[in-house]
Every structure is written in C-alpha cells, then in structure tokens.
C-alpha cells in the first residue's frame, strides 16, 4: 500500500488568486495522478505526472490552468491558478501501489478548495 | 469512455445483498472498484484484470466478463459500515503504459446507504 498526506487538506480562496497543494508519498513511486472531484460528482483525471518530465494533461486541463512539479519521487504539487468559483472542488492525488501491489492505485485525502 | 453504473442508488437493510454493476462500450484492461464515504477520500476495494485475475477484498466480491464489458460487485449481508459512493473505475488496453493502471476512468457513482 501507500500512505498519501496532502496539505492543505482545505482552504477558501478568492477569486482571481492562486493555490499550490502538496501531495506526499510515504514511498517512491513512479506515476503520481491528480484528479478532480466536483461537489456529488465523479472524478476526473487531470494529469499525470512522472518524476523528470512534463506532466501529461487529460482533454479540458491546459497546463497554464494547473502547473504541476515533480522534483522528486515522493512528492509532487499541483498549482490551481487564477480561480474562479468554477474551480471549487476536492483535488486529490494518487499513486500506484509498490512491490506486489503495483495493480492498485490509493488515494490521498484530498483537498477541498472552496472559491468565492 | 465513462463507464456506466448502475444503479445509481441503492437502500439496504442491515443484512441484504447487493449488486452493482459497471459496464463500457470499450474493450477494458481492468475494472477497479472504490467506495467512499462522505468527506473522506476514495478507498480500493477491488481489481479485476483482464485474463482473470482478482485481487481486493475478504468479504466483497467482483465479476468480470471482459467479452461483454462489465463488471459487477457484490456486497453480501450488507453491514452498516458499507454505506457510501462505490465507483467503478476502467481502464482500457491502450492506455495501460509502463505498468502503470493509470488513466483510470470513473463512473458516475452508485450511493448505497445501509440501514439498521
């Protein structure tokens, strides 16, 4: 398994400003994920991110909306820049297992980002 | 492709059975199942890959006909603690790259509430 902690774990912030959530790994891991979950919704993937290279974004997430950096194999963040109410949401961060587990993807606790 | 669940609401008593089920119109490498509970981040229960195997939980068990692209949960004499959002999450042949079971698509959601 992996233990994910993220930070913060909430926050509201006015529009217009930017956030920077921190996603840390308790193991190195290769691929972290960041998803996004609107408020009774599902999640949607963002982005991938590989340490040592440009993070992949999905359809509909551009990386001047949602910079992320990967210095190093437990850690990774994710930067929600110039928000707007529409931005409010849980971001969460994911990782592969490790060792035998490597099937499995955990998540972290998220962050619930609250836009006004 | 966002693979559909259903239902998308279940009540329970204390004790019953359910199914969930998860199906999509592409072909799938794996299905993942998640509950989560409100406030609180996604928890893995289940893998099912393609060829077969199965990993996840003691008391929970999964199906999965990789011919007619679903996949179903069963949650046997349901206890209050199974109350939640389960999502399916797919992942397709094509996008399973380095390993990884990344990419994982999610259905919408299935909100199973137990009662006593």
């Known amino acids: 398994s992996a233990v994910i902690s993220q930070k913060p774990s909430r926050d509201i912030c006015q529009r217009g400003t930017s956030l920077t959530i921190q996603c840390q790994v308790d193991s190195q891991v290769t691929m972290m994920f960041w998803y996004r979950q609107q408020p009774g919704q599902s999640l949607t993937l963002i982005a991938t991110a590989n340490q040592g290279s440009e993070a992949t974004y999905e359809s509909g997430f551009v990386i001047d909306k949602f910079p992320i950096s990967r210095p190093n194999l437990t850690f990774s963040t994710l930067t929600v820049s110039n928000m707007s109410p529409e931005d409010s949401s849980i971001y969460l961060c994911?990782?592969?297992?490790?060792?035998?587990?490597?099937?499995?993807?955990?998540f972290g606790p998220g962050t619930r980002l609250t836009v006004l | 492709q966002q693979p559909v669940q259903s239902p998308q609401a279940v009540i329970l008593r204390e004790g019953e059975d359910a199914v969930i089920n998860c199906s999509s119109s592409?072909?799938?490498?794996?299905v993942h199942w998640y509950r989560q509970k409100h406030g609180e981040a996604p928890v893995f229960l289940m893998i099912?890959?393609?060829?077969?195997e199965q990993k996840g939980h003691e008391k929970i068990s999964a199906s999965f006909n990789e011919k007619k692209q679903q996949s179903s949960l069963y949650l046997t004499a349901s206890q209050l603690s199974y109350s939640g959002t389960y999502f399916c999450?797919?992942?397709?042949?094509?996008?399973?790259?380095?390993?990884?079971?990344?990419?994982?698509?999610f259905g919408k959601g299935t909100k199973l509430s137990v009662k006593p």
């Open positions: 592409k072909a799938l490498y794996s």
């Open positions: 999450g797919t992942v397709e042949p094509y996008m399973n790259y380095g390993g990884s079971q990344g990419n994982l698509i």
């Open positions: 994911s990782v592969d297992g490790t060792g035998d587990d490597t099937d499995t993807q955990y």
């Open positions: 099912l890959l393609k060829g077969g």
